[in-house]
């Protein structure tokens, strides 16, 4: 099964994709409820850090794909599917207000930290892809592939370790 038969198969039913996105806002939403002001002492910081995990995976992925589609694809905005390139976003960003509105910050969740240089990490990939899409430079050379690997990871450790001496 290819990506786009998933997704194809998601649209013809979208019922359980739209259970999820719908019910972990809610979690978080009674979450904010039954443990008011304790959101970053446990059980409710790891109860936090679950709901965190269950939507951000497929927010991730979904914000990765747009990029991906917009920039290397050049897709219309209009064709993008709603069920599974809209939704997990507004669904994340949902979700990760009303834990902000509990908990006093980001910083009491477990692994928080992981998912956010995760998502460094893919646009930092993203963004050096895009740069070397976009100068078309060919290289004519005897050059192993292995060692391309290598040359494109330490760029991306470059890059890496650049924006956290930046901002961090």
Same mark, same amino acid.
Request: aromatic share 22%; net charge positive; charged share 15%.
């Given at each position: 099964?290819?990506?786009?038969?998933? &997704?194809?198969?998601?649209?013809?039913?979208?019922?359980?994709?739209?259970?999820?996105?719908?019910?972990?806002?809610?979690?978080?939403?009674?979450?904010?409820?039954?443990?008011?002001?304790?959101?970053?002492?446990?059980?409710?910081?790891?109860?936090?850090?679950?709901?965190?995990?269950?939507?951000?995976?497929?927010?991730? &992925?979904?914000?990765?794909?747009?990029?991906?589609?917009?920039?290397?694809?050049?897709?219309?905005?209009?064709?993008?599917?709603?069920?599974?390139?809209?939704?997990?976003?507004?669904?994340?960003?949902?979700?990760?207000?009303?834990?902000?509105?509990?908990?006093?910050?980001?910083?009491?969740?477990?692994?928080?930290?992981?998912?956010?240089?995760?998502?460094?990490?893919?646009?930092?990939?993203?963004?050096?892809?895009?740069?070397?899409?976009?100068?078309?430079?060919?290289? &004519?050379?005897?050059?192993? &592939?292995?060692?391309?690997?290598?040359?494109?990871?330490?760029?991306?450790?470059?890059?890496?370790?650049?924006?956290?001496?930046?901002?961090?």
């Amino acid at each position: 099964m290819t990506l786009q038969q998933f &997704f194809d198969r998601i649209g013809e039913r979208p019922d359980w994709v739209l259970f999820y996105f719908a019910v972990v806002p809610l979690m978080a939403f009674l979450a904010g409820l039954l443990g008011k002001n304790e959101g970053h002492i446990p059980p409710w910081n790891y109860f936090y850090a679950f709901l965190i995990y269950l939507i951000c995976i497929p927010g991730i &992925f979904s914000v990765t794909l747009n990029v991906y589609l917009f920039l290397f694809e050049r897709r219309s905005i209009f064709d993008f599917n709603i069920y599974t390139q809209i939704l997990p976003f507004f669904s994340m960003f949902l979700t990760l207000w009303l834990i902000r509105r509990n908990v006093v910050s980001f910083d009491y969740i477990p692994g928080f930290q992981k998912l956010s240089g995760l998502v460094l990490m893919i646009f930092a990939t993203i963004a050096l892809m895009w740069i070397v899409d976009r100068t078309r430079i060919v290289v &004519f050379s005897y050059l192993k &592939f292995e060692y391309v690997l290598v040359i494109f990871a330490l760029l991306l450790v470059l890059l890496l370790w650049g924006w956290r001496k930046l901002f961090g």
